[in-house]
């Protein structure tokens, strides 16, 4: 066999390994996101996410290296829909948001999107949450989605501002931390789980609350707006509740 011959043989089986590495990790993170729903993130152990993916339990070590990792790396796939390494904020969505033309429009789009990814994490990063109080590793991870819930409400804030006014008594740092709780996961939870409201019934509530609590100048529609019994068409949860 040639040099030349050799070469490709080598090029076509790389790709080859990183699909199956792909596809290896993945079914990692399928059963280890399994594994901490089904039994707390105390309860999930790399034997049992090692069985529930059918691999051994260096296989997982060598991908992930540690539980609180392989946690972060399943919330992040949830959040973001998929396992493309790329930033929530470099996605398409961001940059549709950033073209809207109103503030409405902006927010239906960011609504869909949080409802979505909320709808798959939620419970992974509440999990964080719990632990965090006893795990040290958990209490780091909890501190970093904390600072990236941060800087999206942030973003969001400045793209609505160059869409629309904000409320004159409203600064940025308030206006991004009422995006902030309006995004706490701890939220969707109690609204969908425990309040059995739809995620399509979260994702409308969340886009008409951020235009109230930020947007100058109410659109007329909003100002003959009444509320009907059994719905909320604004709410204000207390901070003690939902406050991470």
Same mark, same amino acid.
């Not at 050799?6 to 596809?23: D, K």
């Not at 390494?85 to 073209?99: G, N, T, Y």
């Not at 309006?182 to 979260?202: K, N």
């Given at each position: ?6 070469? $490709?043989?080598? %090029?076509?089986? +790389?790709?080859?390994?990183? =699909?199956?590495?792909?596809? @290896?990790?993945? !079914?990692? /993170?399928? &059963? ?17 996410? $090692?069985?529930? %993916?059918?691999? +051994?339990?260096?296989?997982? =070590?060598?991908?992930?290296? @540690?539980?609180? !990792?392989? /946690?972060? &790396? ?23 948001? +950033? ?146």
């Amino acid at each position: 066999m040639s040099g030349g011959e050799i070469e $490709a043989r080598r %090029a076509y089986r +790389s790709p080859l390994r990183a =699909e199956r590495a792909r596809h @290896t990790r993945l !079914r990692v /993170l399928e &059963a280890a996101t399994a594994v901490f729903l089904g039994r707390g993130y105390a309860g999930a152990t790399m034997r049992s996410i $090692a069985a529930g %993916a059918g691999v +051994s339990v260096p296989t997982v =070590e060598q991908l992930f290296g @540690t539980k609180s !990792r392989i /946690l972060k &790396a399943a919330i992040d796939d949830a959040i973001a829909g998929d396992d493309e390494p790329v930033p929530v904020l470099d996605r398409s969505w961001a940059s549709a948001a +950033s073209a809207a033309g109103t503030a409405e429009e902006f927010l239906a789009i960011a609504a869909g999107v949080i409802t979505a990814a909320q709808e798959r994490s939620a419970a992974l990063v509440l999990a964080v949450f719990e632990g965090a109080r006893t795990d040290p590793d958990l209490a780091r991870l909890a501190e970093q989605m904390t600072a990236q819930r941060s800087a999206t409400a942030a973003w969001a804030v400045d793209a609505l501002a160059a869409i629309a006014p904000l409320h004159a008594d409203i600064d940025r740092r308030a206006a991004a931390e009422s995006l902030w709780i309006l995004m706490d996961p701890a939220v969707y939870d109690r609204l969908t789980r425990q309040r059995g409201w739809s995620p399509s019934r979260y994702g409308s509530w969340f886009a008409r609350s951020a235009r109230l609590l930020l947007i100058a100048e109410p659109t007329p529609e909003e100002n003959t707006m009444t509320p009907t019994h059994g719905r909320i068409d604004y709410l204000q949860l207390p901070a003690a509740d939902v406050a991470r």
